[in-house]
């Protein structure tokens, strides 16, 4: 019904317009739990999958199914509880800036077709203040929250590593864990900070803030799809010898070719695809096949870049990764995507005879 009733209306409206009306309509669904219930019953059509065979526990954080909505649905941290319900086991949130930052002039996100997306939104965030205003009322909720960590545009690299650190410190006792997201393709030099020394120092500088606290948080690094093979390898070498807790693959996606294809208005558009493309898929799957291949069980991945199905979820699991991200599947299959997505992957268990979602990882 979402695809033929009310996505073709969505395709002529403002895709961050509303991108934000939805959010705030999760939002308000959190008021009472009635409506939460209302929205779980029409995302999954039917209560959520709850089933030990899928659960996964990622770096010591237990998720209740693979699934986590990534960074940049959520920006704000305004809608987790409701996202929750509707089928994810987690949010990663943000990223979140430590100051306010309005990002780049509007419009800056577009839908190609109905299922893939390019963004320009460039870090645009409330800030680390208002976002752990927002988060509070999830403290005691036990739904996994991930912090996205991100810099504001006017960081020079050398205050980069400070400039995380404040955000996880601000942010640290409602965190499950935390994204340092180097690999964001509209903010000017930040794919630079995925260079392995100026990496280390942002690593470390995070490491700093929870050698300070009692409870250990988990840090996962975001790369971008455009890493080399080689500078893949670096990264990993940093997660293994820093020992954190692994490698999100990957970010959005600012290859030329793949754009191309969509035609010379979307080719010079500047900005971060992401979604249903057959290329950009298949893409981040091979880094996380990659990073499989090098690194095994040493480290965790969460795999993100066009997962949107059963079958794209299972390509993106048996290529290694633990857990999977959704953002744009969330716009071109509608709220039930996640549902949909936990529902199938347990039919494969079980009509394969599998003993759980472990057995699907990396093989
Ligand atoms: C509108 C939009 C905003 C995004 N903002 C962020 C962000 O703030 N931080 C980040 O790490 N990734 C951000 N991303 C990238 C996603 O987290 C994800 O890596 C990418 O979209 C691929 O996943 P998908 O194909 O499921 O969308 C954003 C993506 C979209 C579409």
């Not at 986590?68 to 979140?96: C, M, N, P």
């Not at 960081?155 to 409602?174: F, M, N, Q, T």
Request: net charge positive.
């Amino acid at each position: 019904m979402y695809k033929t009733l009310m996505r073709p209306i969505l395709d002529h409206l403002d895709s961050e317009k509303w991108h934000k009306n939805v959010k705030e309509l999760l939002h308000y669904s959190e008021h009472s739990s009635a409506t939460l219930k209302a929205l779980e019953i029409f995302a999954n059509c039917g209560s959520r999958v709850k089933d030990e065979k899928l659960h996964v526990n990622l770096a010591g954080i237990e998720f209740e199914n693979p699934l986590i909505v990534g960074a940049g649905w959520d920006k704000t941290g305004r809608a987790v509880e409701a996202l929750h319900r509707i089928g994810f086991a987690g949010v990663e949130v943000g990223s979140v800036l430590e100051k306010p930052q309005y990002g780049n002039p509007k419009p800056r996100q577009h839908m190609i077709n109905s299922e893939v997306c390019l963004n320009w939104l460039g870090f645009n965030s409330p800030g680390m203040q208002k976002v752990s205003e927002n988060l509070s009322k999830y403290k005691n909720s036990n739904i996994p929250i991930g912090i996205s960590l991100g810099i504001n545009k006017n960081i020079k690299g050398k205050d980069a590593p400070r400039s995380h650190a404040v955000v996880a410190e601000k942010l640290y006792d409602l965190a499950s864990y935390f994204a340092i997201n180097v690999s964001s393709p509209n903010t000017p030099g930040l794919r630079k900070l995925q260079n392995r020394k100026k990496l280390e120092e942002i690593v470390s500088a995070v490491l700093g803030v929870v050698s300070e606290n009692e409870t250990k948080k988990p840090i996962f690094v975001k790369i971008a799809p455009e890493l080399t093979f080689d500078q893949i390898d670096d990264v990993i070498d940093l997660v293994l010898d820093k020992s954190i807790a692994g490698i999100i693959a990957t970010n959005s996606t600012n290859n030329s070719e793949i754009r191309a294809k969509y035609g010379e208005h979307w080719l010079k558009k500047p900005g971060g695809l992401s979604g249903n493309d057959y290329e950009y898929k298949k893409l981040s799957t091979k880094i996380i096949s990659h990073i499989y291949k090098q690194a095994g069980k040493k480290l965790e991945i969460m795999g993100v870049g066009g997962v949107n199905d059963t079958e794209s979820a299972i390509e993106k699991l048996r290529a290694g990764a633990k857990a999977l991200q959704i953002v744009t599947g969330l716009r071109g299959e509608g709220l039930s995507v996640a549902g949909k997505i936990n529902k199938g992957v347990l039919k494969f268990i079980q009509t394969n005879g599998l003993k759980d979602i472990s057995e699907l990882i990396g093989n």
